[in-house]
């Protein structure tokens, strides 16, 4: 994969990202009829969910190489997300009811999913107000293994098998809610969602996560990871050079990572 760091400016490369987003969403719901996707939380997504929100004028697609949805209606103004065969999950979530500030559903339900239709969504949210969080990350992987049974017939992989993850980076290499001083949970392989101890970062709460493997049986991985400061480690990482850091240990085995920040 050739690196996609080729934006100079942070709103190039968040049109970059919805762009690879919405075409990645219509071309798995025009091959099967829906596309599950996994979002990532925290304050870094909240222009690109906006963004994809709002829509992109369709010869955005043109400008940046990319091919227009086939699927998408003809002379729509702005192309979005097929909403109604979307279902949209969670790769992490603070342990926190979904009405507090922290909580990374309330950031994509006051971004991504801003005036939509509920009617039009399907979510599985992680419900990280769960006592003890064990029990939220109980819940939440029973719910998976239920939606994904049938994704699964015709497949040799034990875990779901996600569409679309899109993942952020920490500026300790984490990504999700696996961080680099939690070897245990980086080593999980039983377990397609955790409960994790509490960071030594803010919000200093436990999480619920994806588990490492559930991450690299993804269709695609996108990082979306603006802001100069983290380019450099978002590169390194990029090239194979920090296998040690979380965001490095996300392969995708049998699909694409792709790496979006800017030029370092």
């Known amino acids: 994969m050739k690196p996609q760091h080729l934006c100079e400016t942070e ?13 990645a969403a219509w071309q798995a719901a025009s091959k099967q009829g ?19 929100s709002g829509g992109l004028p369709p010869d955005l697609f043109t400008r940046l190489n990319l091919p227009l949805p086939a699927a998408v209606p003809h002379g729509e103004a702005t192309v979005s997300l097929p909403w109604r065969q979307c279902i949209f999950f969670w790769g992490d979530e603070r342990c926190v009811p979904p009405d507090d500030a922290r909580s990374n559903y309330r950031m994509a339900d006051e971004e991504l999913f801003c005036g939509k239709n509920p009617e039009e969504l399907t979510m599985f949210r ?30 040799d992989s034990s875990y779901p098998v996600f569409d679309l993850i899109l993942l952020g980076l920490g500026p300790d290499g984490h990504t999700a809610s696996l961080f680099p001083d939690n070897p245990a ?80």
Not at 11 to 23: H, P
């Open 126 to 155: 992680m419900h990280g107000e769960s006592s003890p969080p064990e029990a939220g990350a109980e819940a939440y992987e029973a719910e998976l293994r239920q939606l994904f049974i049938n994704e699964k017939k015709g497949s």
């Open 185 to 264: 949970a980086l080593a999980e392989t039983e377990q397609w969602v955790q409960a994790v101890r509490a960071p030594d970062m803010e919000p200093k709460v436990m999480r619920l996560t994806l588990s490492l493997p559930v991450l690299n049986h993804a269709e695609t991985v996108v990082f979306y990871s603006p802001g100069k400061e983290k380019a450099a480690l978002a590169a390194s990482i990029e090239r194979g050079e920090r296998p040690d850091l979380p965001a490095g240990m996300v392969k995708a085995l049998k699909g694409r990572v792709v790496w979006l920040y800017p030029h370092p």
């Open 34 to 52: 829906h596309c599950t996707i996994a979002l990532a939380g925290g304050n870094s997504p909240r222009p690109l969910y906006r963004m994809i």
């Open 11 to 23: 709103k190039e490369l968040t049109r970059r990202t919805a762009a690879l987003i919405i075409q």
